[in-house]
């Protein structure tokens, strides 16, 4: 079956770095994308990757292994607003997502 | 700022109710879907219209019914439903095109609560 998994809920402190983790299982693979979601609101997307390797955005980077069925999301110099869900979805041989159901992140002055 | 919105933000009904959750997508996309987004759970794909097909989900229980009168509005018709249905129902847009994946544009939401 398909499936992705991260972790429910993480903690961190403003200024520092944080990674949260990805993995899939998905009938074919064709990139992996990473949004965020603020309580009550819409989930806006962060990043895309198909190849492996980094991507970085400003203080935001998104990894990608292939082989290993992974990813990451690297966020720096953290900040209160980053206090969010994060949602790792996979895209399979049709081209459908495949959702993780959240990384909580609570940021801790 | 997102160019899709959703009316309204908040509903309650009771479960013998009849509603509708509208959805508007301000971004020239030629794809809309809703989604439903319960605590804790991955979003489940409802229903999907792309180029003017409907794709839907087989476990989708038939008190929801989507309408999409053109590219640009989306509804999901609701009656008699359940507690267990009170949830976050988002809709999306996007751009799909042959050969590659098209990144999802979310509203903000609709928070539905069966009495």
Redesign the interface.
């Known amino acids: 079956g398909q499936n992705i998994d991260q972790p429910t809920e993480m903690t961190a402190t403003e200024g520092a770095i944080v990674q949260i983790n990805c993995t899939y299982q998905t009938s074919g693979f064709n990139g992996l994308f990473w949004y965020q979601q603020h309580a009550g609101e819409a989930p806006t997307f962060l990043s895309y990757n198909v190849l492996d390797g980094l991507e970085e955005k400003g203080r935001f980077s998104s990894f990608l292994s292939r082989s290993k069925g992974y990813s990451y999301l690297l966020l720096k110099e953290l900040q209160m607003k980053d206090s969010a869900s994060y949602l790792c979805a996979a895209t399979d041989s049709n081209y459908q997502l495949i959702w993780g159901a959240g990384t909580k992140l609570i940021i801790k002055p | 700022e ?1 160019g ?1 919105t959703q009316t309204p933000r908040h509903l309650v009904m009771g479960m013998t109710n009849k509603k509708s959750l509208k959805c508007e997508q301000h971004l020239g996309h030629n794809a809309m879907y809703w989604y439903k987004q319960s605590a ?4 489940e ?1 409802m229903f999907v219209y792309s180029l003017e097909e409907r794709v839907e989900n087989n476990s989708v229980p038939s008190r929801f019914s989507p309408e999409c009168p053109n590219s640009s509005h989306l509804f999901l018709h609701l009656h008699t439903l359940q507690p267990e249905d009170s949830a976050l129902y ?1 809709c999306a847009s996007s751009q799909k095109r042959e050969g ?10 609709t ?1 539905l609560t069966v009495l």
């Open positions: 997102t899709v804790k759970k991955p979003l794909l988002l590659g994946p098209d990144t999802q544009y979310f509203g903000p939401g928070r």
